[in-house]
């Protein structure tokens, strides 16, 4: 069974398994039960829906796992796969050996990611066993919540939710990793916990904001393209911690690794004062993608560099950058034993297997990010390949009649602006910040191209952190304007050399 590739993939997947079940293996089950079974005489035998989950994991849930590209069916030459049905662990509140239905982790670290743990076709939803009368919110995530801080759900499901959290936390102390995602499901109603040390660990009253509640098959269907979001084996496997390079090997079979690229880990803030101005500090990282798309990262923390405001000071940081950078490529390469050389970012963007393993800007929380920078070391070009457009500056838009709005003289946090008016790096050029910020959408997707929003966000790559950086000292121009509905106002020279500008 080959990768599926995107949400749409998914659902078709995941219906057919649905499908079948109802179809075909339901009625031969039962068909078989009631002629093995026997019954007490008037009574029929059970029902498919009433035995043990057993079926349900067979035939439905193995299915959808395999169609979140969650597999048990790797060949050996592939190595392991990623999910083991009945993994044993030893149980941190009892202290037996207990066995999780199933365990998925990351090939190639054996870094735990999912916990999923399956109930019988014909259990209940949550329910609180004394609701307080209008203090109790009614949604089942808070339900849920409720129940894992001690209030007394119906049924099994408070001794459900204990036994979940051992799993989780026994998990936790044998790996010293909490998983990525647990899943609680009976095949048709399904509870994926977004943030595990939320929910098991900390102690607290969980975010019920945190707990994704699927009521059944059709919500699943409806809702499939959130659940792929927060559940497809690449997206989870991607959260997994930066390296070293001294542990690299301990974590990554070097045979499997095809591609190393520069990137940036960026944090983004904002210093204080009369008139906030934004502050960002980078540090190098090399992304190493294998041949089982998934990705690693190597960091050589703590080192970061502050991208400076004095203009005459770029040159320097951007040196500085790249020299680290280079000295972590060469640390990752003696580690593996390789002499990989960085793709161009352009490349990358093509190959849309390589790309959909490692997306070219990926949000790790509000204002902290990674950027993949290709064969560039910085997101950031010491000059423009265009430096003499007079669109650098607000000025001249304004005379030309294109000047966006409003004017950016000094260095801005709303919009967020590192670059200012007459400085190289920056454009004024109200068409191009109108495009930049223009969203991506269904209708549109195709001719933008690869990106790394999702629908509704900006086209712009960088956008999140820098909305008026001129394109031609990006790292991601040539990715962008190959773009079918992205055009810039100003053209490279035909030759391909670029005319030094006289600023300093």
Known sequence: MSRVRNADEFLLRFRKACDDYKRLFGPRVAKVRAEYAKSPVGKPPPSVDESLEAHIRVYVVNALLAALNWRLDAK?????????????????????????????????????????????????????AMPADNSVSSSIPAIISQGLVGEQLMGPWSEWLTTLRDYVRSVQEKAQRTPRRVVLTNGDWMFLFLDPVDAFCDG????????????????????????????????????????TPGELLFHVNRKVVDCLMHGLRLWYNEKPGYKPSPN????PVIFLRTQYDTRLRVEAPPKVYEVPHQPDQLLQHLTAVQEAAINLLGLVNNALGTYFEPPALV???????????????????????????????????????VPLCPHHDWGQSNVAGVACTPSIMLRSIDPRAFFFSSEMH???????????????????????????????????????????????????????????????????????????????
């Open 76 to 128: 050996p030459e592939n190595g392991l796969p990623n999910l083991i049905p009945e993994a044993p662990i030893e149980s941190e509140e009892k202290g037996t050996t207990r066995f999780l239905d199933y365990l998925g982790f990351e090939r190639q670290t054996n870094c735990p990611l999912l916990v999923v743990e399956t109930k019988r076709p014909s259990s209940p939803l949550p329910r609180l």
């Open 204 to 243: 607290n009253t969980p975010n019920p904001n945190r707990i994704l509640a699927f009521l059944n098959r059709s919500d699943i269907e409806q809702r499939s393209t959130e659940l792929f979001r927060h559940l497809e084996y690449g997206a989870v496997s991607r959260a997994i911690p930066g390296l």
């Open 280 to 283: 960002i500090t980078v540090a």
């Open 347 to 385: 490349k990358h963007y093509e190959d849309e297997e390589s790309f959909d393993a490692v997306r070219g800007v990926m949000e790790c929380s509000e204002d902290e990010f990674l950027v993949v920078t290709g064969a560039k070391t910085h997101s950031l070009l010491p000059e423009s390949s």
């Open 426 to 504: 920056h454009c004024a050029h109200r068409d191009v910040a109108a495009a930049k910020a223009s969203q991506i959408a269904a209708e549109n997707r195709m001719r933008c191209g690869a990106r790394s929003g999702q629908a509704g966000q900006a086209f712009c790559e960088i956008w999140r952190f820098e909305s008026h950086l001129c394109c031609r000292t990006c790292a991601f121009e040539e990715v962008c304007t190959k773009a079918e509905v992205f055009r810039l106002p100003c053209q490279r020279p035909k030759s391909g050399k670029v005319r030094r500008s006289r600023r300093s």
